[in-house]
C-alpha cells in the first residue's frame, strides 16, 4: 500500500505553459499553445516564419505578457534571444564583469568555461562590435549561461556559427541536459532534429510535441 510518506513526489516542470494565447492587432499568433518542460529535457521548437516561435519564448521568459494563459517558472532561467543584445563599446571582459554583478557571481570561472567550450577564449580585450556575427551569438550565449540555470531558453542560438562551434553548442547542450539542465531550442535546421528529446511544431499557434525518429 502506499501511504503519503511512501509516494514518490513528481518533480515540477521548470517551465510549463498552459493555454497562452498573443495577438499583436488583428492577428492571432498563438490560439491556446501549451508546452511542458520537464527537468533534464533538450525541447525543440520549429515552425514556419511568422508562426510564433519567438513571441512563444518571450512569453515563456516574462519579457512579453499574454492577452490570456498562464506561464510557471522555477528555478534560476537563462535567455538567449535570437539577436545579440550587446553594446558595441564594451570589451567582451567588460560584458563578462556587468553581467557577473548582475547575477552577483563570486567569479567568473564559469564563464571562462564556457568561452573556452565555444572556442571564445582570446578576444577579452575586443569590442563587441568589433567582433564577427557568429562570435558575437558566442558571446549572448555564454552570457545567458554564465550563471548556471536550471532553464535554459534559446531562440536559434547558433545564427553565424561554424560548423565546429555548432558542433560543440550541441555536445554543450547534451551535456547540460545530462547534468539535469531543461533546454529549450528554437531551431530552422531539419538536420538537427536528431538531437532533441522532443519537438513542438508550432502551427495555427498551438505546439504539437512529438518525439523525433532517432
Not at 56 to 75: H, K, S
Not at 81 to 103: E, G, I
Not at 138 to 146: Q, R
Request: aromatic share 6%; with cysteine; hydrophobic share 40%.
Amino acid at each position: 500500500m502506499t501511504t503519503e510518506a511512501t509516494r514518490p513526489t513528481r518533480r515540477r516542470s521548470p517551465l510549463r505553459i498552459s493555454d497562452v494565447w498573443k495577438a499583436y492587432g488583428r492577428r492571432q499568433i498563438l490560439c491556446g499553445a501549451d508546452l511542458d518542460v520537464p527537468a533534464g529535457a533538450l525541447i525543440g521548437v520549429v515552425g514556419e516564419n511568422g508562426a510564433g516561435k519567438s513571441t512563444l519564448l518571450r512569453i515563456a521568459m516574462g519579457y512579453l505578457a499574454p492577452d490570456r494563459g498562464t506561464v510557471e517558472r522555477t528555478g534560476k532561467a537563462g535567455y538567449c534571444p535570437q539577436h545579440a543584445v550587446l553594446n558595441d563599446s564594451f570589451t567582451v571582459a567588460q560584458h563578462l564583469r556587468l553581467f557577473q554583478a548582475a547575477y552577483r557571481l563570486p567569479d567568473l570561472t564559469r564563464a571562462h568555461e564556457l568561452m573556452d567550450l565555444l572556442a571564445l577564449t582570446g578576444c577579452g580585450r575586443q569590442r563587441a562590435g568589433e567582433l564577427s556575427g557568429g562570435t558575437r551569438q558566442k558571446l549572448n550565449l555564454v552570457l545567458s549561461l554564465m550563471h548556471d540555470p536550471q532553464l535554459l531558453v534559446l531562440d536559434e542560438p547558433y545564427q553565424g556559427f561554424d560548423w565546429d562551434t555548432h558542433q560543440r553548442f550541441w555536445a554543450l547542450a547534451a551535456r547540460l541536459r545530462d547534468q539535469g539542465r531543461s533546454i529549450v531550442v528554437v531551431s530552422h535546421l531539419l538536420h538537427d532534429l536528431h538531437h532533441f528529446d522532443a519537438v513542438g511544431h508550432l502551427r495555427g499557434g498551438r505546439v504539437d510535441l512529438e518525439r523525433p525518429t532517432r
